[in-house]
């Protein structure tokens, strides 16, 4: 009984309320397909290393992100565009089972709050790029053929400060 009490009181990681939340909004806008939806895993956050031995601050203004989802592996970085009030979103999308490889020609499209903000493919080598004015509630969505569709919750970036969150 104390077990299931102290359970009841317990609240989800944040992430995972953000992801979870993100894919029911996408199902107000995205036609998917009748196959499988996926939420990738953040692997690596460059945001969250610690600093060097002797270093006193060493945040840089891009953060760099890997995505997981089975072999599918989505790198990515944020980085604020010079002089302007918007980030640079730049990534690619590769599979493990053939390193050295990008997925080329994947319809990937940035959603805001539910909206479509812009839709494009993947180049040859697996590549995509968005200039955006930074918004909350940001997600990456690749339709993988027919049966699959990955959904990639951004973090949260604001480019005035030169500061990704």
């Keep these: 009984m ?7 009181s317990m609240e989800p990681p944040e992430t995972a309320l953000h992801a979870v ?13 009748s196959g499988k939806l996926d939420l990738a895993v953040l692997q ?4 969250c290393q610690p ?12 953060r760099q992100l890997l995505y997981k989802s089975g072999s599918v592996c989505i790198d990515m970085r944020m980085q604020p565009t010079p002089g302007s009030e918007s980030i ?10 053939n390193p050295g490889h990008g997925i080329g020609g994947i319809p990937v499209s940035l959603l805001a709050k ?15 790029d968005f200039g955006v004015k930074p918004v909350h509630a940001m997600q990456l969505v690749f339709g993988i053929g027919e049966s699959r569709t990955i959904v990639v919750s951004v973090p949260e970036a604001t480019a005035h400060t030169g500061r990704l969150m």
Excluded at 2 to 8: N, P, V, W
Excluded at 44 to 47: C, I, Q, R
């Design 88 to 97: 640079l979103l730049i990534g690619q999308l590769l599979d493990s089972l």
């Design 114 to 128: 539910g909206d479509t903000l812009f839709r494009k493919k993947t180049n040859d080598v697996g590549e995509f």
């Design 51 to 62: 600093l060097a031995a002797g270093m006193r601050s060493g945040a840089g203004s891009a």
């Design 21 to 33: 939340k993100a894919g029911f909004g996408l199902r107000k806008v995205v036609v998917f397909p």
């Design 44 to 47: 690596f956050d460059s945001e």
């Design 2 to 8: 104390e077990a299931t009490k102290k359970l009841s």
